[in-house]
T-cell receptor, first 112, second 115 residues
Framework: NAGVTQTPKFRILKIGQSMTLQCTQD?????MYWYRQDPGMGLKLIYY???????DKGEVPNGYNVSRSTTEDFPLRLELAAPSQTSVYFC???????????FGSGTRLTVV | AQSVTQLDSQVPVFEEAPVELRCNYS??????LFWYVQYPNQGLQLLLK??????LVKSINGFEAEFNKSQTSFHLRKPSVHISDTAEYFC?????????????FGKGTHLIIQP
């Protein structure tokens, strides 16, 4: 099993550009999450989804959008990139809240 | 709402010495507790979890954590560390019966193993 796959692994964006971070999982998990990780700050929840067609905001959703058209895919869209969005982004999925998460390997994004 | 405090941002320890990484949580209801490990340039991996029952939980690589309800703590311990244990460790909490908005993570503790 591939688990949770994130692409790209690295990206440099210019201020004002947009991009989509891809996340796909092959475990048939209903729950999917996007987190950002900044040094010394732990992980902050951006958006989450409990199933296809259902998404909701987390702690830090401003500047981001998501969609969940299938169980497998949960892309994160950055519109009008800003330097404050420089971070490492992790996608995760789970079968249930008790199971814990399976994380992808992350996307390191730099906005210049 | 729940919160997690990891009391040490960095813990240096010599190889083969014991280590304890501290985690305290705050919640008004019952919780699930997790420890994750992140090796350099990788995603987080589940190390161990407490859901209910026995308060001492163990991982396959020698770590253990004890749930202490009165102290609201879930400290991670290993009796003898190896150089390969060098990583960032995150404590996380989720409220039983809570919403689907996921785990709340602590800020992490960097475990540095010195030879």
């Amino acid at each position: 099993n591939a688990g949770v796959t994130q692409t790209p692994k690295f990206r440099i964006l210019k201020i004002g550009q947009s991009m989509t971070l891809q996340c796909t999982q092959d475990m048939n998990h209903n729950y999917m999450y996007w987190y950002r990780q900044d040094p010394g700050m732990g992980l902050k929840l951006i958006y989450y989804s409990v199933g296809a067609g259902i998404t909701d905001k987390g702690e830090v959703p401003n500047g981001y959008n998501v969609s969940r058209s299938t169980t497998e895919d949960f892309p994160l869209r950055l519109e009008l990139a800003a330097p404050s969005q420089t971070s490492v982004y992790f996608c995760a999925s789970s079968y249930s809240r008790q199971d814990g998460y399976t994380f992808g390997s992350g996307t390191r994004l730099t906005v210049v | 709402a729940q919160s997690v405090t990891q009391l040490d941002s960095q813990v240096p320890v010599f190889e083969e010495a014991p280590v304890e990484l501290r985690c305290n949580y705050s919640s008004s209801v019952s919780v699930y507790l997790f420890w994750y490990v992140q090796y350099p340039n990788q995603g987080l991996q589940l190390l161990l979890k407490y859901l209910s029952g026995s308060t001492l939980v163990k991982s396959i690589n020698g770590f253990e954590a004890e749930f202490n309800k009165s102290q609201t703590s879930f400290h991670l311990r290993k009796p003898s560390v190896h150089i390969s244990d060098t990583a960032e460790y995150f404590c996380a909490v989720s409220e039983v019966g809570g919403g689907a908005d996921g785990l709340t993570f602590g800020k992490g503790t960097h475990l540095i193993i010195q030879p």
